[in-house]
């Protein structure tokens, strides 16, 4: 017999052995201690997250002989079900038994009853690819189910089943297991397995596999195959064409210092040694964010991707606004992957396009090397400059004092003037921020309602559930809606950064304009999570003692008029951006 694969030799076998998911488990718990099984159960999620696993011991329990501790793995029903020869559980997968027919034989042994459990129990996997009239055949036996007879359907698309099937079925939805719980669990299946795998390479493995607990378990599997029992990060990287934290730093500081040639080179040797452009890519917006977060807070539990050290690098290469305009030029790129002939194309003219207009001076990632090497290397250096020093000294004194007589008293006046336009342009960068305290938010909060946000969670929703990416709804992404009242919309994020963004006077006009656009005509108010949980305690106390603020008077955007009062034109828009001697306006006849 060939080896078991691990995520079939670790699959689940009892409630407590459930990584992730805890909701479901106490609910299903609950259920068989309090005797109240459904006769039909809706497990919703992505793949991998245990919805068939679940299926499996649900169906298992209820059948166990020892309901106090079901399943109790030792009844002759748990040990039939464990073997999969369990007479009363059977599995279909829909993929496969799509037609009517199928349906129509599974309702006919349905109507008999159990051989050896006291319920028959049926799973259907990827119910969803049913044909409309097995679906229906499904349904009608879901509306009378027989008393002796549990469905348990499991799929990954649950928009594509019937509204009457769904609402007849208790639904769970599978959300994707947290990297840290990923993690663990393969740190303990190889300690089992007597393989050494570093932490650092289980955490590689768990965002590899973005939330699925088998993908996990089957790339820990081909790890070791390549590795032989000794799988390390770098090892990983190499299997699944990954770049190193310090290569996506060095490569960001690159971006920085506008080293064209140097970048260039760089993803020519990404597509050569087969490396994953568009992971890549997502990887460096995990960094560019984690240097967003760190750079406005300043806390390592926050971070994602990166420690202290490393977001400290990013943070000090640019302002938010030119680490947040990186990001949605990356988020751009990935939408663009999806129709590009050639990942590495597009991905060269973003980084192209990321490249600022005046470079930063390229730090060095790692900083324990050159400490312990710098001190030693003064100490041979210092005595040669003591000599040429002394004899530097009188040469510079002598064409000092000419200099000075010399120099008439216009042209001492002229050399400030070529340094003072670097002074101004600091100050240009500076946007006007509008700084939400505690009591402007009780302002707004006084005039929300449930009913209204419930209305622009639906609204929002329409707006940024777009194929087509761009700042506004790059920055919507990022919010989450805490309140709403007829007149604004109160929304947050736990970085400061990305809240300053938002109610940046310029950029928060461009995003108003662009909702009204979408037929949703309300202010945009941006607070920090810390700020709006102060908020809200405050309004609980402050409403026991009817001391809470006046409604704030929300005043809207408007759109700057011309002289006679008009709208100003996009035809005028582009003249003022132009000039008249560029721009030729051609009427179109009716």
């Known amino acids: ?16 052995e459930v990584v992730g998911q805890e909701y479901i488990v106490r609910s299903i718990r609950n259920a068989l201690k309090e005797g109240k099984v459904g006769h039909a159960y809706l497990f919703c999620g992505p793949r991998g997250t245990g919805k068939t696993t679940m ?18 793995e030792h009844c002759a029903n748990c040990q039939a079900a464990s073997d999969n020869n369990h007479p009363d559980i059977v599995e279909i997968n829909a993929a496969n038994e799509t037609h009517v027919e199928d349906i129509r034989s599974l309702i006919e042994r349905a109507r008999l009853s159990p051989m050896m459990g006291r319920y028959k129990i049926y799973i259907i996997d990827e119910v969803h690819q049913l044909s409309s009239s097995a679906a229906s055949a499904l349904l009608k036996t879901l509306e009378e189910p027989p008393e002796h007879v549990i469905f348990i359907l499991a799929t990954t698309d649950p928009q594509k089943l019937l509204s009457t099937i769904i609402s007849r079925c208790q639904r769970f939805d599978f959300t994707k297991v947290p990297v840290h719980q990923i993690s663990e669990h393969l740190l303990r299946i190889a300690s089992q397995e007597h393989i050494r795998l570093e932490e650092k390479a ?44 310090g290569e996506k730093l060095e490569f ?38 984690d240097g967003m977060i760190y750079q406005a807070v300043q806390k390592e539990n926050l971070l994602r991707t990166l420690n202290a050290k490393q977001a400290q ?25 999806k129709t590009a002939q050639s990942a590495v194309n597009v991905f060269e003219i973003a980084c192209l396009k990321m490249m ?25 250096a210092e005595p040669k400059p003591a000599e040429p020093v002394k004899q530097e000294i009188p040469v510079q004194i002598i064409p000092e004092e000419p200099v000075i007589e010399a120099v008439p008293e216009e042209e001492t006046e002229t050399p400030p003037v070529p340094e003072e336009p670097p002074v101004p342009q600091p100050v240009q960068e500076s946007p006007q921020i509008l ?19 419930a ?102 955007y408007t759109i700057q008029e011309n002289k006679e009062g008009e709208a100003s034109r996009p035809e005028d828009q582009l003249i003022e951006l132009f000039g008249a001697d560029i721009v030729e306006v051609i009427e179109e006849d009716e």
């Not at 499996?56 to 309901?67: G, H, I, S, T």
């Not at 939400?436 to 209204?452: A, F, P, R």
Request: hydrophobic share 40%; proline share 4%.
């Open 1 to 16: 017999m060939g080896k078991i694969a691990l995520y079939q030799k670790y699959r689940s076998k009892t409630f407590e």
């Open 55 to 72: 299926a499996r011991l649900l169906a298992k329990a209820v059948n166990c002989e020892d309901q106090a501790h079901a399943p109790c």
């Open 202 to 245: 289980a955490e590689k493995l768990a965002e590899l596999a973005d939330g699925g607990m088998r993908d996990a378990l089957s790339m820990l599997d081909q790890a070791n195959a390549y590795a032989l029992g000794d799988i390390t990060e770098d090892k990983i990287n190499e299997i699944y064409g990954l770049a190193s934290t």
């Open 252 to 289: 960001i500081q690159e971006i920085f210092a506008g080293n064209v040639e140097e970048i260039l080179t760089r993803i020519k040797g990404y597509e050569h040694s087969g490396m994953d452009i568009k992971r890549l890519t997502g990887d460096l917006i995990n960094a560019l964010k």
């Open 313 to 337: 690098i990013i943070a000090s290469l640019g302002t938010s606004r030119q680490l947040l305009s990186m990001t949605e030029t990356l988020m751009e790129a990935s939408e663009r992957y």
């Open 356 to 380: 600022p207009e005046t470079p930063v001076k390229r730090i060095q990632p790692v900083p324990a090397e050159p400490v312990q090497s710098k001190p030693a290397e003064p100490k041979p």
């Open 435 to 453: 700084n939400m305290q505690v009591e402007d938010i009780l302002s707004i909060l006084v005039q929300c309602t449930k009913e209204e946000k």
């Open 455 to 556: 209305k622009d969670l639906v609204r929002l929703g329409n707006i940024t559930n777009v194929l087509v990416m761009n700042k506004y709804i790059a920055a919507l992404t990022q919010l989450e809606l805490y309140a709403s009242c007829p007149d604004a919309l109160l929304m947050g994020n736990p970085a400061q950064a990305v809240v300053n963004t938002i109610n940046e006077t310029l950029f928060n006009k461009e995003l108003y304009l662009y909702l009204k656009d979408n037929q949703l005509d309300k202010m945009i108010y941006a607070v920090t999570k810390e700020n709006y949980d102060k908020a809200v305690a405050e309004y609980i106390q402050r409403r026991k003692t009817q001391s809470l603020p006046s409604a704030k008077n929300i005043q809207r």
